[in-house]
T-cell receptor, first 116, second 116 residues
Framework: KAGVTQTPRYLIKTRGQQVTLSCSPISGHRSVSWYQQTPGQGLQFLFEYFSETQRNKGNFPGRFSGRQFSNSRSEMNVSTLELGDSALYLC???????????????FGPGTRLTVL | AQSVTQLGSHVSVSEGALVLLRCNYSSSVPPYLFWYVQYPNQGLQLLLKYTTGATLVKGINGFEAEFKKSETSFHLTKPSAHMSDAAEYFCAVTPGGGTSYGKLTFGQGTILTVHP
């Protein structure tokens, strides 16, 4: 079974631009979560989508948004990029989220965003 | 609210020596606990998890961890380090029962170096 895929793997943008990152979950997984990883702040939760609905959101400004499509693929968008948005953006998929038993999150390789 | 503290941002061991990576957590409800490993330019891979049941959990690649509620700890150990264990390790927590949809709270990470 193919793993979680993220495109593109690397991206360079300039301040003020916007960017869209894509995540394709493992087949059959309906939950997709996004995380930002930086040397200073570590791994931080952005948001989670399930069946096209955002069910949980981290403490990030409104410039960060996402969506999920009916095939469970997800995109995240960052508008008006700032230098501090440079990071590795990871997505993770799971069968479901919430309730028991716990369903493991499987992570993709990430998209490395550099903002100049 | 949940939080994770990993003691020691860098740990160095000799090949064949014991690996001990420390993790303490704070959680307002019974937690689910995880250890992930990240190799350079890759996503996160789950090593092991504690949800319910036995407090000594065995994972992949010879790693194990013990959930100690009284000490709020979930330390990761491996009896004999191998060169291939060199990576960054993350401890993570989420509320038990799956009430925090998709959200894992991570520690700051510990970089493990293995010397020949």
């Amino acid at each position: 079974k193919a793993g979680v895929t993220q495109t593109p793997r690397y991206l360079i943008k300039t301040r003020g631009q916007q960017v869209t990152l894509s995540c394709s979950p493992i087949s059959g997984h309906r939950s997709v979560s996004w995380y930002q990883q930086t040397p200073g702040q570590g791994l931080q939760f952005l948001f989670e989508y399930f069946s096209e609905t955002q069910r949980n959101k981290g403490n990030f400004p409104g410039r960060f948004s996402g969506r999920q499509f009916s095939n469970s693929r997800s995109e995240m968008n960052v508008s008006t990029l700032e230098l501090g948005d440079s990071a590795l953006y990871l997505c993770a998929s799971s069968l479901t989220s919430g309730g028991a038993p716990y369903n493991e999150q499987f992570f993709g390789p990430g998209t490395r965003l550099t903002v100049l | 609210a949940q939080s994770v503290t990993q003691l020691g941002s860098h740990v160095s061991v000799s090949e064949g020596a014991l690996v001990l990576l420390r993790c303490n957590y704070s959680s307002s409800v019974p937690p689910y606990l995880f250890w992930y490993v990240q190799y350079p330019n890759q996503g996160l891979q789950l090593l092991l998890k504690y949800t319910t049941g036995a407090t000594l959990v065995k994972g992949i690649n010879g790693f194990e961890a013990e959930f100690k509620k009284s000490e709020t700890s979930f330390h990761l150990t491996k009896p004999s380090a191998h060169m291939s264990d060199a990576a960054e390790y993350f401890c993570a927590v989420t509320p038990g029962g799956g009430t925090s949809y998709g959200k894992l709270t991570f520690g700051q990470g510990t970089i493990l170096t293995v010397h020949p």
